[in-house]
């Protein structure tokens, strides 16, 4: 499997230092494209084709007008244990801090847990967190974050998300979890974000080029060099890593999938624009509502707003949308065959739920390809319902956030899936 994925790499690479039109020059398309179509109009049939041919052009057309260049091995990633409790969560599991060097400034620290209690090495949830690891479980000895933090650290702020993440009930059930904090990669700040990622450009150059690695890029990298460490660590069944997400994490979490063939499932959450949503959208989500903003995020929204999350290229789509070569059902579908949990909540409209939905249909026909046809019904799954498929879909009730009851429907699929 690293074999396969250094090939992809390479393949990718190469594509995407191909001669790619200008956004300008590309051909008008307002539907969805298709996923079997080849760029020179070259119809898909098989899966050898799909793998070899058209996945390879595809992860090159994400990178180049989208995401930015996939960022090679810096270095040989390794992993050093600072610290161990053999008896956490009341003995149920053991907690280890490492620090990952993976070729950035400092090391990467991440949080692993893994369950006591197992017959066999563990399947795992692999995670990138907002604030940092302490705010995850109410331990006073985890490490308080070195790098940028939205939220200055503090000791009032331990556990704050223990409901958010739920590693307990993740234990409970079986399953280890590892989780880094997005700003030991790159900082979510359009500022900071500038000067962390020159380090993925080659060319020194000091100012970001067109297709220069973008932050949800760097931040897909970031779970991959996380996944060579843990493919290292004989509690954990490296060929059962599920990587998970909510909102831009989510995001990242299914473009880390798409990118790298190892990762066994993704749940990326409430991921919307530039994620899990069309870019391609009804004409009634793009109309100003009564607060003056569309009804769901649109592509010039989250540029203008987060104009260090994607690469210059993609700018030249917020008012030529039906340009792109591409839309994000496409991007579920490099996943293939591998499951795909699409996680939404029924108030967060912005993340375009139904536009999530719509994706799956569009990315099925790739999956057919590999002798797998999910059972997908007309109308989305009802609130409350898991639509437990290998491109599965769950909404409930609620706003824009991961909370408990989230975890216990991905737990449910996952059990089906990676079990």
Known sequence: MRLLCSVLAVMTSALAAADFPAPDALPA??????????????KVTTKEDWVTKRAPELRALFA???????????????????????????????????????????????????????????????????????????DPQIQLPKAWAREKPSEESRGKEVDTWAIEQSIDRGYA??????????????????????????????????????????????????LDYLLTVPEIDGKRVAVVGHSRNGKTALLAAAMDERIALAIPSQA??????????????????????????????????????????????????????????ELIALCAPRPVLLSCADEDLWANPNGQFANLHAAAPVYALFGEKPALPAERPASGELLNERLGYFIRPGKHSMIKLDWQHWLDYTDKWLK
């Open 29 to 42: 398309n307002p539907a969805f494209p298709d996923p079997l179509v080849m760029q020179d109009g070259t």
């Open 64 to 138: 180049h007008y989208m995401y930015g260049t996939r960022p090679g091995i810096l270095k040989p990633t390794e992993g050093k244990v600072i610290r161990e409790d053999k008896a956490a969560l009341g003995g149920k599991a053991t907690l280890r801090e490492v620090e990952v060097s993976c070729g950035l400034d400092a090391p990467v620290h991440l949080l692993v847990v893994i369950p006591n209690h197992r017959e066999k090495p563990a399947a795992c949830f692999l995670g990138m967190n907002f604030g940092g690891n302490y705010r995850l479980l109410p």
């Open 177 to 226: 979890v590892a989780t880094f904090s997005s700003a030991d990669v790159v900082p979510d700040d359009k500022t900071l974000a500038e000067e962390a990622l020159k380090k993925f450009r080659p060319s020194g150059s000091t100012e970001r080029g067109p297709d220069d690695t973008a932050t949800i890029m760097a931040w897909s990298w970031g779970f991959s060099r996380m």
């Open 272 to 329: 919307g624009c530039g994620g899990t949503a069309p870019s391609r959208m009804l004409p009634e989500l793009a109309k100003p509502g009564a607060n003056g903003r569309p009804t769901a995020e649109t592509v010039p929204v989250i540029n203008g707003s987060f104009p260090h999350w994607f690469d210059g290229n993609f700018k030249a789509f917020n008012q030529a949308i039906d340009k792109l070569p591409f839309d994000q059902h």
